[in-house]
């Protein structure tokens, strides 16, 4: 466990980036320091890894003080990710993965079968390893920054707004890589961010802070999202938080109605038997079961319509109820549709059984509390 023990960072020209900070960072997960601009966040991370040095207060690691550990041996154990990834641009991706176990005193082999091996990690093709920084994306160039930062097998991560620099999509797909890795190598990351979506998606735990360096809250991104401990926190975490919550929510409770739905090259007295009263559409899937589109009921009989496109379907049991009400809000019909692992139709749910469920939902967590 790392644990910053009332600490306070002063700059010499008397700025106050940290004050009085304390945290305990579980091992195996993945804290997010999360806050507005000049809160301290990068401060703090650097200070766990000395290379800024606290003022007042103390930081431990499994229980002994940092500052009475070499300060190279510290920095090895902890592996560090910044943004732009901050690669050697004179090396080739394979030397730039390298680079710890080399300064370890690996072998060249050795160090280069661990960087292959990390490539393939990442999500990196290995055809890349001979490359230089610059002839890779943004995206890649991350990659390989989280995989150099791995290279030496640290326990601990720290990680310095790694995705900013990105455009959504691949940052999407970053953090699902880095949520993926984490699930198989169970480091235990600190990670920067000033998004509050990031934060919530990644963290474990999530640590906001205030102007000043100051700790607004501590807590799982579920509790924060509905037990905000004051308006600054509830502010910085928008005005949708209800509807993220949700995303902390199985979507395993909502009731699904498997009765309008039909398969295309289904005859009239199918589609007869098929059509409820409270509901004027029928939900037409091919003939493996996968969802096409909606079609009115009363047409559909006459085989003279054409489909109207669902939006997309949230998967029965492992989606959450986010993606339920998604679902059902995106849906023409505001049906919402539901499939099976292998994306056949199970079943289509209303917005008003939906809305049952979150209901339901939030009364257990309740009764739970
Ligand atoms: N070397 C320095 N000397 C004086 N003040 C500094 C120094 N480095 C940072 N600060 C100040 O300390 C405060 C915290 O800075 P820090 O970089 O830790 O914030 P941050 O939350 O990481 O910000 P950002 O999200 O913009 O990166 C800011 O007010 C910043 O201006």
Known sequence: MILI???????PDGTTAVDRLTLEIPDGSITVLVGPSGCGKTTTLRMINRMIDLTEGRIT???ADIRDQ??????????????????FPHRTIADNIATVPRLLGWDRRQAKTRALELMERVGLDVSLAKRYPYQLSGGQQQRVGVARALAADPPVMLMDEPFSAVDPVVRKGLQDELLRIQSELGKTIVFVTHDIDEAIKLGDMVAVLREGGK???????????????????????????????????TAAG?????????????????????????????????????PLGWAEGKKRMS????????GHSFTAGRDSLRAALDSAVISPTG?????????????????ETIAAAIRAAHAERQADA
Not at 335 to 351: I, K, L, P, T, Y
Request: hydrophobic residues 45%; without cysteine.
């Open 5 to 11: 023990d009332a600490v306070t960072k002063r700059y």
């Open 61 to 63: 690691l499994d229980g």
């Open 70 to 87: 070499p300060v190279n041996a510290l920095r090895r154990s902890m592996g560090y990710v910044i943004q732009n990834a901050g690669l």
């Open 215 to 249: 700790l607004a809250q501590y807590a799982p991104p579920s509790e924060l999202l509905s037990a905000p401990a004051d308006p600054f926190v509830e502010d910085f975490l928008g005005v949708d938080r209800g509807v993220r919550r949700l995303s902390f929510f």
């Open 254 to 290: 909502v009731e699904l109605n498997s009765v309008p739905v039909v398969a295309v090259d289904s005859g009239a007295g199918q589609i007869a038997e098929r059509m409820i009263p409270q509901m004027p559409y029928l939900l037409v899937t091919d003939t493996e079961g996968r």
């Open 303 to 310: 085989g003279d319509e054409t489909l109207i496109p669902y």
């Open 335 to 351: 049906w919402a549709v539901a499939v099976d692992e292998n994306g056949r139709a199970v079943g289509v749910a209303s917005q």
